[in-house]
């Protein structure tokens, strides 16, 4: 079992150091799942009692990695899945975020077995006070997780989603989740095909909505003209406060964008494109919306 | 004893003790003929730094008729009245009332004046029998790149280990062939010789000291803006971190490092390389064991000869230690007592003091798998000074009788200890062993 990786993009570096602090804010574990194209990384913790919803994301690896080899236990396998504390990689990877101090050479991830296994993440860095490049070496500890055991760890479908609406302004989204989280301990987002995203927050005293307008509709596809277009129809779901709170807070990466979609009454869809092949997802699992 | 200095030279010092106060519970300040000296040691003793500043900083200074003088003052009261250094123009430093009280005057801009009175503990001052100028090995660098180096691990780390060989010099947080936690990530950084100002080292060697009186040192090299000098020998041996600015300010942290048998986590410390000795008023003794004050280094550390006239408790622990060597302690629980539990050290009965220590200490012992310095809770026991409370400023000598000190449950404690640790803590052999004859175990 091999995995040798090497970035040497400034810009990727940073933004996968972003990614694994984004991940090590949501949840104490993560799952990597190397693939030979891809690589995954899981955080699921819903059935843990934290209110952590479930984030993943799909890497693609020729386009972060341009030195990237991967051979499984066996030929028959396709992946390798590792497991590892989120907090541990995001302090590996912190080297990488050092931007104008410091200037990052190359970082390279390589699963090695010291006295157990672990993925060495060396970044090779450049300081200004010498001229030579010096290496840091951070070994993460890893468990191996053997064939039988991934079912569980597999990587969670997208949802099939009636409605998908694109946010421009993440920032205001955020604030304004962090705001009514107080309110109520369940949100509801309204989404309709005229490009109208509702978020209700409700409790005794007040309800408040804040709409957002003229936003661009992704699915159904506004390309298909007649009479689909004419029919405005509403899709709405209630989620839980706390999990939406979490998962916007914890988000790290410098993205404005966001795709929400709207699977009625079962669960909201989260999407950052962060870049054309490394794509964010979430899901907030629908709640009842008691008072 | 009374000395002035004005705003930016205050404010150097003011960061002298803040650095001191990471470092110690108690400041020692020595006056003589060549200036000002702060020094602190940590609570176990595995670390003791000193601050000389010459005379030249100082407007003026005097000193008293005998010619030197000692005093030791709680680290609290001196934080609080040096906190604030910005509006600072002039302080004066001097010692009042029968030398029981050191008298602060900070006069500041739009003509405020600040004073505080802190009590002197006693006259006690700290010497370390280490030689601090013959150390094979001596890299000397800025401090942004000691600093770079400290930044590229937690802040949580405890230790850093230095592996020094000719040619490059590996800053890890493990040592190499030490069996850890599974869970535990290990960091490495690695520096070439030529990023030093200057990298000598004649042989390989790896030593292991506690970062956090590294870190509290650097904070004030960063102050000075200086560059700062590492001598080291082996494992074991002490670990000396030298700033020198100017001519004017000297700085030396002396720091015990890891033994090669042990494994990490659990610091060996070397009380018997420093001692701390009382200086009674009139007893001239201590000059006496100090050679000529040709340079200022050697003339703060004394020769180890009062080590036999000296019967107080402290060295009764000091024999009890010797007694079981093959006994690491560690540096850790007593860290977390003196954080936690010892804070007031001189406001609570010593009773009740060495009730919670001997809490928090089975806690610990509980709760990781590592040998318990059982000893070393005691020791801060016995070393509370019972009458004055130094952060009531302006009261009267009031004696407060101390306790009984638990000197039976000592003995017990050290007895028993072992029963505290794991049955089992494995260790696996570190590269600074030798390995005499090869394993010879077939199956193996």
């Known amino acids: ?291 | 004893m009374k000395c002035t200095l004005e705003g930016g030279n205050a404010r150097v010092i003011a960061k002298a003790i803040q650095s001191l106060s990471k470092i110690g519970k108690e400041l020692f300040i020595e006056a003589d003929v060549h200036g000002l000296t702060m020094r602190s040691i940590n609570p176990t003793q595995s670390a003791v730094a000193s601050i000389s500043f010459s005379r030249s900083m100082f407007d003026t200074f005097n000193l008293p008729p005998s010619g030197d003088c000692f005093c030791k003052i709680a680290m609290k009261p001196c934080l609080g009245v040096f906190r604030n250094m910005k509006q600072v123009e002039y302080c004066e430093l001097s010692i009042v009332d029968n030398k029981s009280k050191l008298q602060v005057n900070l006069r500041c801009k739009l003509e405020t004046t600040k004073q505080a009175l802190i009590a002197i503990v006693d006259e006690l001052n700290i010497t370390a029998s280490v030689s601090t100028d013959q150390s094979p090995n001596s890299i000397h660098g800025d401090h942004k790149l000691f600093m770079e180096i400290s930044n590229s691990f937690n802040s949580s780390e405890e230790e850093l280990t230095l592996e020094a060989t000719p040619d490059s010099l590996s800053a890890k947080n493990y040592i190499e062939g030490a069996r850890v936690n599974d869970k535990f990530m290990r960091s490495q950084l690695k520096l070439k010789h030529s990023e030093f100002e200057h990298y000598q080292v004649t042989e390989g060697s790896v030593v292991t000291f506690c970062i956090k009186e590294f870190r509290a040192f650097l904070l004030f090299a960063e102050a000075l803006n200086a560059a700062m000098t590492l001598e080291f020998d082996d494992a074991g041996s002490p670990f000396i971190v030298k700033i020198k600015k100017h001519q004017d300010i000297e700085c030396l942290l002396i720091l015990s490092t890891l033994a090669p048998e042990d494994v990490s986590f659990s610091e060996d410390y070397r009380p018997r390389d420093i001692t701390v000795c009382n200086t009674p008023n009139a007893s001239q003794k201590r000059k006496s064991s100090t050679p000529g004050p040709e340079i200022q280094q050697k003339r703060r550390l004394a020769e180890d000869t009062t080590l036999s006239e000296l019967d107080t408790s402290l060295f009764q622990f000091r024999d009890r230690r010797t007694e079981v060597p093959t006994e690491p302690a560690s540096v850790q629980p007593a860290r977390m007592l003196a954080d936690g539990d010892t804070m007031d050290l001189v406001d609570e009965e010593a009773e009740e003091e060495a009730m919670l220590l001997a809490v928090s200490d089975a806690m610990e012992a509980s709760q990781i798998p590592r040998p318990s310095s059982t000893e070393v809770c005691f020791y801060n026991t016995e070393d509370a000074p019972p009458t004055l409370l130094p952060e009531d400023n302006n009261e009267e000598d009031e004696s407060i009788p101390q306790s009984p000190d638990r000197e039976r449950g000592l003995r017990v404690r050290t007895i028993f200890s072992r029963c505290f640790q794991n049955t089992y803590v494995p260790r696996e052999p570190s590269p600074n062993s030798q390995m005499y004859a090869p394993n010879s175990d077939t199956e193996d």
């Open chain 1, 1 to 291: 079992m091999k995995f040798h990786a090497k970035m040497l993009d400034v810009l990727y570096m940073r933004e996968f150091q972003a990614i694994a602090a984004t991940l090590a804010k949501l949840a104490k574990e993560c799952v990597m799942l190397v693939a030979q194209e891809q690589m995954h990384l899981i955080v699921n913790e819903e059935h843990c009692s934290t209110s952590s919803p479930l984030v993943w994301v799909s890497i693609a690896s020729k386009d972060y990695f341009p030195e990237y080899q991967m051979t499984p236990a066996r030929p028959e396998h396709d992946l390798i899945v590792l497991v590892m504390s989120a907090m541990h990689l995001s302090r590996a990877l912190a080297v990488l975020r050092s931007g104008s101090s410091s200037s990052v050479h190359s970082c390279k991830l390589e699963l090695k077995q010291i006295q157990f296994p672990c993925i060495s993440v060396i970044a090779s860095v450049v300081s200004p006070n010498s001229s030579e490049p010096r290496e840091v070496v951070h070994d993460v500890p890893v468990t191996v997780v053997p064939p039988s055991d991934w079912s569980s760890y597999m990587l969670p479908k997208v949802p099939n989603t009636q409605i998908v609406l694109g946010v421009p302004s993440l920032r205001l989204l955020r604030s304004l989740i962090d705001k009514l989280k107080n309110i109520s301990p369940s949100f509801i987002f309204h989404g309709s095909t005229a490009g109208e995203l509702n978020l209700v927050a409700e409790s005794e005293m007040a309800t408040i909505t804040t709409r957002f307008s003229r936003l661009l509709l992704h699915k159904p596809d506004q390309g298909q003209s007649g009479a689909g277009a004419e029919t405005e129809s509403e899709i709405r779901c209630s989620v839980d406060t706390r999990k939406a709170s979490a998962f916007f807070n914890a988000l790290q990466l410098p993205n404005e964008e966001i795709m929400i979609g709207i699977d009625s009454e079962r669960c909201i869809c989260l999407q950052l494109d962060i870049r054309s092949n490394v794509v964010l997802h979430s899901i907030l699992p629908a709640v009842c919306a008691e008072i």
